[in-house]
């Protein structure tokens, strides 16, 4: 079955390190998006891709970066992790066509200390 | 992106019918309704999506009123596993289809 899987599930790292999160799907979609989850705030779009070579900014991309080299994976990179970068993180993606739902990962709890 | 405003949290009894409000006075013609939960700390699930008519899958109803400024999700028997937070979002294609979420309503079904 297709699936869309985020790695690590858990992660803790200092502050100043650059970190990167993985997401991966195999639903051939060409729309990936990243989230930012925190107490309060319900989910917010951190960066999103349309397709191979494109990069977007969301609401809140200050602090992270995107790449997407290929249709299946979209890592998000913390260039240089901020306790207030601590965050739940989930990717998502979907077709490309309107109308369409997206799918979720199960998310990368992410710890700066 | 046409703003969705729900209630914070809602309860409902288990075996009854949940109805999650949500208002999105300002929509456009071309712009879905769509609706996600979130149980516990897991990725949203899709449940389901409408433009203009009412839509009906496997896990619920949407009922979308005919001026389309605000649409009712119906769990038709919900169970203590619809325990979730609800998302009603407007996905618009003048803004690129993006997704984005609101704070949502915590339902809670009691036994």
């Known amino acids: 079955d297709a699936e869309i899987t985020q790695s690590p599930r858990h992660k803790i790292t200092e502050t100043g390190r650059q970190v990167t999160l993985a997401c991966h799907q195999t639903?051939?979609?060409?729309?990936m998006f990243w989230y930012r989850q925190d107490l309060g705030h319900g989910l917010r779009l951190i960066h999103y891709?349309?397709?191979?070579?494109?990069?977007n900014k969301g609401e809140v991309s200050d602090g992270y970066s995107v790449s997407r080299s290929n249709t299946e994976d979209l890592p998000l990179t913390l260039e240089s992790a901020a306790s207030s970068q601590t965050s739940v993180y989930f990717c998502?993606?979907?077709?490309?066509?309107?109308?369409?739902?997206?799918?979720f990962g199960q998310g990368t709890r992410l710890t700066v200390v | 992106d046409a703003k969705t405003t729900q209630p914070p949290s809602m309860d409902c009894a288990e075996g009854r019918a949940a109805n999650l409000p949500c208002n999105h006075s300002?929509?456009?013609?071309?712009?879905?309704v769509y609706w996600y939960r979130q149980i516990h700390s897991q990725g949203p699930q899709y449940i389901i999506h409408?433009?203009?008519n009412n839509e009906t899958n496997e896990m619920a109803s949407l009922i979308i009123t005919e001026d389309r400024k605000s649409s009712t999700l119906i769990l038709p028997h919900a169970t203590l596993r619809d325990t979730a937070v609800y998302y009603c979002?407007?996905?618009?294609?003048?803004?690129?289809?993006?997704?984005?979420f609101g704070t949502g309503t915590s339902l809670t079904v009691i036994p």
């Open positions: 998502a993606s979907s077709e490309s066509k309107i109308g369409a739902e997206a799918f």
């Open positions: 639903w051939n979609h060409n729309n």
């Open positions: 891709s349309y397709g191979v070579q494109d990069t």
């Open positions: 300002t929509i456009s013609g071309n712009e879905y």
């Open positions: 409408g433009l203009k």
């Open positions: 979002i407007v996905r618009s294609p003048n803004t690129g289809n993006q997704f984005y």
